[in-house]
């Protein structure tokens, strides 16, 4: 998505009903850009396994995206448009998960021009240009929907959001059967907030002292706590109609990581660069990360987010170890 030639470009087909136009893929084939793959089983399954074998401590989020996503994606004449919020701390697998969802709804994932991501301190950075943003984020979000009514949107750092922006699309996500001839029932917007991370690991560590296992946390235990700290913090849903008027369908928590969850990164990122690993490698780099509360260190401050500089640090000292060895072999 090219946002800077939305603020120059004026969108001028908004009063159009939804159409599209094939796309070519990366292997040069044609396909239809604003089909979401939901013929069969397969790609729900796909991304239930992907989400399973890949995403770390998250058991809430990973038993409702497939769910949630799908029986929208699968619905012909859906109520309003699929809003979801991921909720946490950095590193703990919010755009990850989001990345996991465009590949399974949409041929060649995220560069399928109908999946649309903005950065709020990149696309959204001064406070005193909301007003500006609301008119071209409307157009944008206007122009798409009516080019592709199955056309995904998703708001990156909405803790860094000004307040209000999101305000300006509230109708989109309302359920409203047209706005001006244009349907966005059937568009999906995704929400990722660090908003609410205090919370959560707070509510997290609190059942953990009253001695419930973690896979015995529900989404129930934290909906409202999310809900609430989202309308009162500072950030994109700070007093937000869309939540004050129960727009969004689902706040997911993204539960604070254990240490046992990053070494089962660290693994994974070994296992993702084609190299084998010691289990003192694994203890080293886990050890090397910043827990939460500093008196018993039980969750990761950062999540994941260092694992892959880490690793890549680990091999290269690897590397040169071997290739130091080899030189003094030659000079032998």
Known sequence: MNFEFMLIIPILTYTVKSFDIPCWSSSFTIFDCCKVQTDTYSQELLLHNKLK?????????????????????????????????????????????????????????????????????????KEDQVD??????IDWIRGNVSRCDRSMFIFDEVDKMPPGLL???KPFMDYHVEI???????????LLSNTGGHDITQKSLELWKKGRKREEFKYEDFEKLIQMGA??????????????????????????????????????????????????DIETISDSIEYWPPDIKLYSVTGCKRIYQLVATKIHEW?????????????L
Request: charged share 25%; with cysteine; proline share 3%.
């Open 53 to 125: 074998n890949d995403v770390f401590g998250q058991h809430i989020a990973q038993g409702k995206i497939g769910k949630m996503i799908f029986s929208h994606a699968k619905n012909k004449y859906p109520r309003k448009a699929l809003v979801m919020s991921f909720h946490g701390w950095t590193g703990n697998g919010k755009n990850f998960v989001a990345k996991q969802i465009v590949d399974a709804l949409y041929v060649e994932g995220m560069k399928n021009r109908n999946v649309h991501i903005f950065f709020s301190t990149l696309h959204f950075p």
């Open 231 to 280: 309308f009162n913090e500072p950030g994109g849903l700070f007093r937000a109609d869309i939540v004050d008027r129960s727009l969004v369908d689902f706040y997911l928590p993204f539960l604070p990581m254990e240490k046992d969850h990053i070494k089962r990164c660290v693994e994974a990122e070994f296992r993702r660069r084609g190299y084998s690993w010691y289990s003192g």
């Open 319 to 331: 590397e040169m170890a071997h290739w130091l060895t080899d030189n003094d072999r030659n000079e």
């Open 167 to 169: 305000d300006a699309i």
């Open 180 to 190: 001006d001839g244009v349907d966005y029932r059937k568009s999906i917007f995704l």
């Open 132 to 137: 500006i943003y609301k008119i071209h984020l």
